[in-house]
Every structure is written in structure tokens, then in C-alpha cells.
């Protein structure tokens, strides 16, 4: 039984939360920690912890892992706490907010001999990899086109830490748009150049950008495209994945979990997997069985590292006034691990 440690309990830790009961024969959560004493008793009380704690140092010699769902500028030294503690991490993108501090926690994962994994829950949605395996082998023709839209409303408070982007790492597109980063780089491969502009316009309490727009060409000579909002008061598209082929169109629509082809006004279900759920519980189940089996997870720090620079070269070349080049990336280059189908 693998004890966990809930280190944060705000915001993006209830996702998670929600799921802890469907994995009670494998993992339990022995102690949470948040700054906010009340809020860290709460979620002891919800999840059934023995113990909380406002300091998450107190909370490793009683974990043998750790799900870190802290503010992006707190990953790094929490990270690094417990790794050198011998823990094993589940780290909440992004991995951290530079590069520096990113491959610092790689070493220290390796030095240690234990796992850390990036929480990029969409790799774990099944609609993913049912799209990989659509788009390789030529059944449905040649991929030209990947267009992945995110459009919601999110609002912080002025004082929020999302609203900083030092804090934050950036604007929507580090916070938000490094899941669908990394989905483009699992489709499509190598990038070789991109480009990106973003606003604030619309979401005032964002100090960087609340609305992005990405774009990536890739060695195949396809085109990426990430298109991202959180400033929408409305939307059709909500979250869905078009890819343009020679010879139709697949699509993923997130939001009511199909996968559907289209050609010549037909649409062909391919698969449903009902209304929108991020599976998390399949993405702790993958990270148990990597710490079992010392099987690396498809979601590790170098991938995450690889996701991450693309964005950090796209953000210079806009302040530039460049088209980003994108080559060497360096790390997990050769190539990227296939998202899980079953827990």
C-alpha cells in the first residue's frame, strides 16, 4: 500500500482529490499540507489523513511519495525537498518554471532512483492515444493538420499567485497550453519552427497573456496549432483535437468524449468514451505501477523538459519579433513514449 502525500490543497489538488477512492486497494493518503492550516485539516478530513501539516517538510518521513499540487514557483524546492528525501514525486505541471530548476530535479530523481512523473493528465484521457493510433498507418490518409482548441473562463483575484507570471512562469499558454504542447510534440514529432502571440485583452487580471496562439512546423512538414482562451464567456469548440488528413478530417471532441472521421458530410464514430473526464485516476494508477516496476513514466521530466522549451523559445521569439527556431531541442528527441491505454 503506497503511502501518498497530498502537499497542497488548493485549487488544482480537488481534481485529484475526487479520484483518491477509486485506488483504495493500491495507495492512501497519510498526511496533507497546506500553508492554510484549515485548509490543509480539511482535506485530511476528506481523504482520511492521519496528519496535516503547514510545513511540507514535516510531511515527508511520513509518505513514501508525494503529489506535489503547489503554486508553479514552489514546485522546484518542494520537489527537490523530497527527492533528496528518497520520495518518489508526481509533480503538477509544469515540472517547474525554468530550465535550470527542471533538469535539477531530473538529477535528483536519478540520483535518488526514484520516480518523477509530470502530471499532464491529458495523456492519460483515452481519446488520446485512440487519436495516435487513427493517425499512424495510413488508414485514414496523411496528416497535415493537428488543431487543438482550449477555450474556458478563468478568473483569479489581482492578488492571486496565478496572476504574477513569475510566480506563474508565464502567461496561459506555460500555465495551460505546455498540456497540449506536449500532445503536439507526441503527434507530430520534432519541431523545427513555431510561433506564437498572445493577450491579455479579455482577461484583464492576467498580467501576460490570457489568450494564446500557437503555431508549430514540424520535420513531417505538418502544422501544429494551439489555440486557447481563458477569457471565453461562450464556445462552441470547447475542447476538441481536429486532424486534417489527405482524406478526411479526425476529430476528438474532449468535451462529450468522441472520436469521430469525416468525409464528405459522413462521420464515422470510432470511439465513445462518454462526457468529459481527465482520468485521474488512471494517471496515479500509472505512476503506482512505475514505482513498482521501475518502469519509466510516459510523462518524465525530459519529456516535460523538451514541451517546455519549445515554449519558453516561442516567448522570446514574440518579444523578438522572430519566428522561434525550434531544432535541438535535446533530451527525449529520439523519441516519445505512447500514452497509456488501460491503468
Not at 155 to 179: R, T, Y
Not at 295 to 315: C, E, F, N
Request: glycine share 12%; with cysteine.
Amino acid at each position: 500500500m503506497l503511502r501518498l502525500a497530498l502537499i497542497g490543497c488548493g485549487g488544482i489538488s480537488h481534481m485529484h482529490r475526487e479520484r483518491f477512492s477509486a485506488l483504495a486497494d493500491r495507495m492512501r493518503v497519510t498526511v496533507t499540507a497546506d500553508i492554510d492550516a484549515d485548509r490543509a485539516r480539511r482535506a485530511a478530513e476528506e481523504v482520511g489523513a492521519d496528519l496535516w501539516v503547514t510545513d511540507y517538510e514535516e510531511a515527508i518521513p511520513h509518505c513514501d511519495a508525494a503529489l506535489i499540487a503547489l503554486p508553479h514557483h514552489l514546485h522546484h524546492p518542494a520537489g527537490m525537498a523530497y527527492l533528496e528525501g528518497g520520495k518518489h514525486v508526481l509533480m503538477e505541471k509544469p515540472l517547474a518554471n525554468s530550465d535550470v530548476q527542471c533538469l535539477e530535479l531530473i538529477g535528483a530523481s536519478r540520483r535518488a532512483r526514484r520516480t518523477l512523473m509530470v502530471a499532464y493528465c491529458m495523456r492519460y484521457h483515452p481519446l488520446v492515444p485512440a487519436l495516435k493510433e487513427a493517425m499512424e498507418g495510413g488508414r485514414y490518409g496523411e496528416t497535415f493538420r493537428v488543431s487543438i482548441w482550449t477555450e474556458q473562463l478563468t478568473e483569479v483575484a489581482p492578488d492571486h499567485w496565478a496572476a504574477d507570471p513569475e510566480k506563474l512562469g508565464g502567461g496561459q499558454l506555460f500555465s495551460h497550453g505546455c498540456h497540449y504542447v506536449d500532445l503536439l510534440l507526441y503527434y507530430l514529432g520534432r519541431p523545427v519552427i513555431g510561433s506564437h502571440l498572445g493577450t491579455n485583452l479579455g482577461t484583464p487580471w492576467m498580467a501576460r497573456e490570457g489568450t494564446s496562439d500557437l503555431i508549430l512546423k514540424f520535420e513531417s512538414g505538418a502544422v501544429g496549432y494551439h489555440g486557447a482562451t481563458w477569457g471565453a464567456r461562450g464556445s462552441r469548440l470547447g475542447y476538441s483535437i481536429h486532424v486534417h488528413t489527405d482524406q478526411g478530417m479526425l476529430e476528438a471532441d474532449i468535451s462529450h468524449g468522441r472520436l469521430s472521421f469525416l468525409r464528405a458530410g459522413e462521420e464515422t464514430v470510432l470511439l465513445d468514451c462518454g462526457p468529459l473526464s481527465k482520468y485521474g485516476d488512471r494517471e496515479m494508477a500509472h505512476f503506482m505501477d512505475c514505482i513498482e516496476t521501475g518502469v519509466t513514466p510516459i510523462t518524465d521530466g525530459p519529456d516535460s523538459v523538451q514541451g517546455l522549451r519549445v515554449i519558453w523559445r516561442v516567448y522570446e521569439a514574440e518579444r523578438q519579433g522572430k519566428v522561434a527556431d525550434l531544432h535541438g531541442l535535446g533530451l527525449n528527441q529520439a523519441g516519445r513514449r505512447p500514452a497509456v491505454r488501460e491503468p
